[in-house]
């Protein structure tokens, strides 16, 4: 089975722009999180989805907004970006939505410039 | 608010050693710890969950224990290989509010010198 996917692996931004990162989890999971890792640090949540809904978001500004779709995957977006946005960001998935084991992508390095 | 710190930041070993990583959290109404490994510039890889009803698990050459009325947590890993080198980061989730979400600590960088 293929575990978490998340595209592209790699962007570049400018200032001011948008963009739009891509998280399909592992089959069968319902639940995906993600995470930003600035270099340094463990990861920061921002957004929980669970059956298509947000269960809980993270302190991040409203530039920040995700969703999921009917098949689970989800999408994560960042308007107005700053330089400060530049970090790994992270997709986790899990099956239930508290108490099971979470998995992560690769990871997508943004670097805004 | 849930804290969670690792020490050391930074271990370095010669190989074929054993070594303890260590964890510790501020709330200790949680469901789970899970403990990861995050190669450079990768994503993180899961090692070992430990359920807040259980003490210890064990994956292979890892052991991982859980205190959670002490709040703490350590990873063993036994004779140690150059391959282990990474980062490794535990993190927990809350039983009470914030339980969406997973807190992490910043991770001990570990180097095995062959």
């Known amino acids: 089975d293929a575990g978490v996917t998340q595209s592209p692996t790699h962007l570049i931004k400018t200032r001011g722009q948008q963009v739009t990162l891509r998280c399909s989890p592992i089959?069968?999971?319902?639940?995906v999180s993600w995470y930003q890792q600035v270099l340094g640090q463990g990861p920061q949540f921002i957004f929980q989805?669970?059956?298509?809904?947000?269960?809980g978001r993270g302190n991040f500004p409203d530039r920040f907004s995700a969703r999921q779709f009917p098949n689970y995957s989800s999408e994560l977006n960042v308007n107005a970006l700053l330089l400060g946005d530049s970090a790994l960001y992270l997709c986790?998935?899990?099956?239930?939505?508290?108490?099971?084991?979470?998995?992560f992508g690769q990871g997508t390095r943004l670097t805004v410039v | 608010k849930q804290e969670v710190t690792q020490i050391p930041a930074a271990l370095s070993v010669p190989e074929g050693e054993n070594l303890v990583l260590n964890c510790s959290f501020t709330?200790?109404?949680?469901?789970?710890l899970q403990w990861f490994r995050q190669d450079p510039g990768k994503g993180l890889t899961s090692l070992l969950l430990?359920?807040?009803?259980?003490r210890e698990q064990t994956s292979g050459r890892l052991n991982a224990s859980l205190d959670k009325s002490s709040g703490r947590s350590t990873l063993y890993i036994a004779a140690s290989q150059p391959g282990d080198s990474a980062t490794y980061l535990c993190?927990?989730?809350?039983?009470?509010?914030?339980?969406?979400?997973?807190?992490f600590g910043k991770g001990t960088k570990l180097s095995v010198i062959p």
């Open positions: 993190a927990v989730r809350n039983s009470g509010a914030g339980s969406y979400q997973l807190t």
């Open positions: 986790a998935s899990s099956l239930q939505r508290l108490n099971t084991e979470a998995f």
């Open positions: 709330d200790s109404a949680i469901y789970n």
């Open positions: 430990i359920q807040s009803s259980q």
């Open positions: 089959s069968g999971h319902k639940s």
């Open positions: 989805y669970y059956e298509k809904e947000e269960r």
